[in-house]
């Protein structure tokens, strides 16, 4: 029996889904029920996952500690089959976040540090500033996991949480603070060259909580005064 499995990895408290392709499967679902082991554990099959022959997906049941081995298949009476790749159980752990705060409107670009945060498949992981979504925005590797933060109603200190499928971890000692948006109170000079190169102060509250500062400035085209025009439909 050759199979290839997805995702090799997967937390310590189970609850993901395993994806089991290969030939051999049996022919029905009933033949592989309780038959499906990952890493020496129970892997309980799905029937709504079930391809005749080819593909098994079952739900990873805990383990009492991070270990690794192969998956093996029983087929009814047939001799167990072993994969050739190996799975691992991870205990994922986070560490810190950087920044530490940002605007209520969002979009901020948070880190979530940690260890094994590649645990799963990319769309097992899910990450919350306190009950926010936060959308992870990048590939996650084992040490970084990159995610920008949704708009909040309210200025607050939450916690940062990672969920690997149904296992949740949050960051310890460590809270994110959703700030007050920036404000603008003045800004000068108003004027400036059309080629630019000229510096502009700008004078608010809260401008520091901004991760990237932008400033745009509109260019609005400049009036002939009335006198003018008049001397230039003359000239005419």
């Known amino acids: 029996m050759k199979t290839l499995i997805q995702p090799v990895s997967g937390p310590v408290e189970g609850g993901v889904l395993i994806t089991i392709r290969g030939s051999n499967l049996g022919m029905h679902y009933q033949d592989i029920q309780g038959g499906v082991t990952v890493a020496g554990v129970s892997c309980l099959p799905q029937s709504h996952g079930y391809l005749i022959s080819t593909r098994i997906v079952c739900e990873l049941q805990p383990s009492k500690q991070e270990t690794e081995g192969p998956v093996i298949v029983t087929v009814g009476d047939s001799e167990p089959g072993r994969s050739l790749q190996t799975f691992t159980y991870q205990d994922p752990q986070l560490t810190g976040i950087v920044p530490d705060k940002g605007p209520v409107s969002g979009g901020t670009s948070l880190t979530v540090q940690g260890t094994r945060l590649r645990t799963g498949q990319r769309k097992d992981l899910t990450a919350y500033v306190g009950q926010q979504p936060c959308y992870i925005v990048e590939e996650v590797n084992g040490t970084h996991l990159v995610c920008r933060t949704s708009p909040s109603n309210q200025t607050a200190e939450l916690t940062v949480r990672v969920l690997f499928g149904k296992a949740e971890r949050s960051v ?28 502009i102060k700008v004078i608010g509250r809260s401008l520091y909580v901004v991760q990237q500062p932008m400033i745009t400035v509109w260019v609005e085209p400049k009036e002939n005064p009335p006198d003018e025009e008049e001397e230039e439909e003359e000239e005419e």
């Open 172 to 199: 310890p000692g460590q809270v994110f603070h959703y700030m007050e948006d920036p404000v603008i109170t003045e800004a000068f000079p108003a004027e400036s060259f059309y080629g630019g190169g000229r510096s």
